[in-house]
């Protein structure tokens, strides 16, 4: 791809041409005017010579593709970033890789005061077991290591790190030498993170936005909180996304509120939601999502950390005050307790203002046709990660070990929600699973499960245009005059209308119909690749070479 001219501002005016513009206002456009930050025209080869010798710069795509950025609905930045920057331990396949990978880590970084790492699995291990703090003692040589496992719902620790957290034997989820989960493991991770300084936070907090700028992500949802990190760790990013060219940041804080009080507090932090982990259950990899019917492969249902009326206390404060309220909702009794609680709101304030609100539900994953209707009916957002399908769903898959294949494969019933009229945000949750947003809708249009496949058109604009609409803007995430010009250019092969299934309706793959075509994502294809993003008319990412 070739420019005029190196730089690029929100005070020029552009033109792209030569090559394919996804755009609902003109399926067949070949060429985009920006102006001022906004998308001014899109159309034609032939008409943009009209435009040709007043705009500022020109930009010859060359055959390249340009689609709306992506908005990446749940994301936790500084992790994302320590994952980035620090141990990664989602490549190991045994359980001696992963001691191998601590003490390779501890061995080169011999000045740290404190070990964060990401990303072990032990159900893809042989060993089907996490470390003991044994063995993690003997690898981390005496330092104080934080590993929490891939859904960061529960974490391995060494005796070193436990020390720095006085009296962490005696709350809820400690185990002497199994996974922490609970109160524990909250305790022990704001000791580790402690650790952190603010530069490192930064340069963690930096490299995550450059990531997502490489893959095309123009904004990202931080799902921040008090049991996930700190208001220092909140505040510091919404400043330097504010400070620098990157990605948009819109910040979420995941603390209960009851009253005006509580919901000035989260404003004044610069969050637009009392959402986002507000935790109503665990995960189903750490047995602590809450179910109706017992786990398959351990004797209970599941941990809950709030129930319906906390749950009606926190939206009917939050709607009151004109913030979103949301939630991580994981099994079906969390879901259960989240519609309760939301219809209690519904019936003290009205349907209307509810639903005017757009509260959300994080992960959604374990629903029913009944809970599905709920959402339908009281307006929730489902900001769900069709990644947790490839990496857990199927057969034999983390998730039928944990509940039975029968239940396994009603998780993360995509086209049941779209069915209904259920709002989608995609996202990926990093650094759970990895920024990927071709990826991710390519897990949705070819789920595990074949009933809960979507198109590829409706997983594109859910992981774009319905982002936005999650944090209550229609008016971005799509390239139409007058919307924010946030876009990717990507070199791609031949463009396709793709229903992946028998099962998704086919009605436009005909041409004829005008629906503009995306890249190809059939397994094993070759994903595109980035080529440059742009937010509000700034150049946030160029492919280095191109």
Same mark, same amino acid.
């Given at each position: 791809?070739?420019?005029?001219?190196?730089?690029?501002?929100?005070?020029?005016?552009?033109?792209?041409?030569?090559?394919?513009?996804?755009?609902?206002?003109?399926?067949?456009?070949?060429?985009?005017?920006?102006?001022?930050?906004?998308?001014?025209?899109?159309?034609?080869?032939?008409?943009?010579?009209?435009?040709?010798?007043?705009?500022?710069?020109?930009?010859?795509?060359?055959?390249?593709?340009?689609?709306?950025?992506?908005?990446?609905?749940?994301?936790?930045?500084?992790?994302?970033?320590?994952?980035?920057?620090?141990?990664?331990?989602?490549?190991?396949?045994?359980?001696?890789?992963?001691?191998?990978?601590?003490?390779?880590?501890?061995?080169?970084?011999?000045?740290?005061?404190?070990?964060?790492?990401?990303?072990?699995?032990?159900?893809?291990?042989?060993?089907?077991?996490?470390?003991?703090?044994?063995?993690?003692?003997?690898?981390?040589?005496?330092?104080?290591?934080?590993?929490?496992r891939v859904d960061v719902h529960s974490a391995v620790v060494t005796t070193a790190l436990l020390d720095l957290v006085p009296g962490v034997t005696a709350l809820t989820g400690y185990h002497p030498d199994a996974p922490l989960t609970g109160a524990a493991h909250h305790a022990v991770r704001a000791a580790a993170h402690g650790a952190i300084t603010p530069q490192q936070r930064a340069e963690a907090q930096r490299a995550a936005l450059a990531q997502a700028a490489s893959l095309g992500i123009g904004t990202v949802h931080e799902?921040?909180?008090?049991?996930?990190?700190?208001?220092?760790?909140?505040?510091?990013?919404?400043?330097?996304?504010?400070?620098?060219?990157?990605?948009?940041?819109?910040?979420?804080?995941?603390?209960?509120?009851?009253?005006?009080?509580?919901?000035?507090?989260?404003?004044?932090?610069?969050?637009?939601?009392?959402?986002?982990?507000?935790?109503?259950?665990?995960?189903?990899?750490?047995?602590?999502?809450?179910?109706?019917?017992?786990?398959?492969?351990?004797?209970?249902?599941?941990?809950?950390? %709030?129930?319906?009326?906390? &749950? $009606? =206390?926190?939206?009917?404060?939050?709607?009151? +005050?004109?913030? /979103?309220?949301? *939630?991580? !909702?994981?099994?079906?009794?969390?879901?259960?307790?989240?519609?309760?609680?939301?219809?209690?709101?519904?019936?003290?304030?009205?349907?209307?203002?509810?639903?005017?609100?757009?509260?959300?539900?994080?992960?959604?994953?374990? %629903?029913?046709?009944?809970? &599905? $209707? =709920?959402?339908?009916?009281?307006?929730?957002? +489902?900001?769900? /990660?069709?990644? *947790?399908? !490839?990496?857990?769903?199927?057969?034999?898959?983390?998730?039928?070990?944990?509940?039975?294949?029968?239940?396994?494969?009603?998780?993360?019933?995509?086209?049941?929600?779209?069915?209904?009229?259920?709002?989608?945000?995609?996202?990926?949750?990093?650094?759970?699973?990895?920024?990927?947003?071709?990826?991710?809708?390519? +897990?949705?249009?070819?789920?595990?499960?074949?009933?809960?496949?979507?198109?590829?058109?409706?997983?594109?604009?859910?992981?774009?245009?319905?982002?936005?609409?999650?944090?209550?803007?229609?008016?971005?995430?799509?390239?139409?005059?007058?919307?924010?010009?946030?876009?990717?250019?990507?070199?791609?092969?031949?463009?396709?209308?793709?229903?992946?299934?028998?099962?998704?309706?086919?009605?436009?793959?005909?041409?004829?119909?005008?629906?503009?075509?995306?890249?190809?994502?059939?397994?094993?294809?070759?994903?595109?690749?980035?080529?440059?993003?742009?937010?509000?008319?700034?150049?946030?990412?160029?492919?280095?070479?191109?």
């Open positions: 791809m070739t420019e005029s001219t190196a730089l690029q501002s929100d005070h020029r005016t552009v033109l792209l041409r030569g090559g394919d513009v996804h755009s609902p206002a003109d399926p067949f456009a070949t060429a985009m005017v920006v102006e001022r930050g906004h998308v001014a025209w899109v159309g034609s080869e032939g008409a943009a010579d009209a435009f040709a010798s007043g705009v500022d710069e020109v930009i010859d795509l060359e055959g390249a593709l340009v689609t709306p950025a992506f908005t990446d609905s749940h994301v936790h930045t500084t992790s994302t970033g320590l994952a980035l920057t620090g141990l990664d331990l989602s490549g190991a396949r045994t359980l001696a890789d992963a001691l191998g990978l601590v003490r390779a880590y501890v061995n080169s970084h011999p000045g740290e005061r404190v070990v964060l790492g990401h990303g072990w699995d032990a159900t893809r291990w042989p060993e089907q077991r996490p470390p003991s703090r044994a063995e993690l003692d003997a690898a981390a040589a005496g330092l104080p290591v934080y590993l929490p799902c921040a909180g008090p049991d996930i990190s700190d208001e220092e760790d909140f505040t510091a990013l919404l400043k330097i996304a504010a400070e620098q060219s990157g990605p948009r940041v819109f910040g979420y804080w995941a603390e209960r509120i009851e009253d005006a009080k509580g919901a000035a507090r989260i404003q004044e932090l610069g969050a637009v939601g009392a959402a986002g982990d507000l935790f109503v259950d665990g995960s189903l990899g750490s047995h602590t999502a809450f179910l109706h019917e017992p786990y398959a492969d351990a004797p209970h249902t599941g941990t809950a950390h %709030l129930d319906a009326a906390q &749950i $009606a =206390a926190h939206v009917t404060a939050c709607t009151e +005050a004109g913030l /979103q309220a949301g *939630f991580h !909702a994981i099994g079906d009794a969390a879901v259960s307790a989240v519609v309760a609680g939301v219809r209690a709101a519904s019936e003290a304030l009205g349907l209307a203002r509810i639903r005017a609100a757009r509260h959300r539900v994080e992960h959604a994953e374990m %629903l029913t046709p009944e809970t &599905i $209707a =709920a959402f339908a009916e009281l307006g929730l957002t +489902a900001s769900v /990660q069709p990644a *947790f399908d !490839a990496a857990w769903g199927g057969p034999d898959g983390m998730y039928a070990g944990r509940l039975g294949a029968e239940r396994a494969g009603t998780l993360n019933p995509y086209a049941a929600l779209l069915r209904a009229g259920v709002p989608l945000a995609f996202g990926s949750d990093s650094p759970v699973t990895p920024l990927d947003p071709w990826g991710t809708v390519r +897990a949705a249009a070819f789920h595990r499960t074949p009933e809960h496949r979507i198109s590829v058109r409706a997983g594109f604009t859910a992981h774009t245009r319905g982002g936005w609409r999650a944090v209550g803007r229609d008016d971005a995430g799509v390239l139409v005059p007058g919307a924010p010009a946030d876009y990717a250019v990507w070199r791609t092969g031949e463009l396709v209308v793709q229903a992946p299934d028998d099962r998704v309706s086919r009605w436009s793959t005909d041409p004829r119909s005008g629906t503009p075509g995306l890249p190809d994502l059939t397994p094993g294809s070759e994903l595109p690749v980035c080529l440059r993003t742009v937010v509000f008319g700034q150049t946030v990412y160029v492919r280095p070479n191109e």
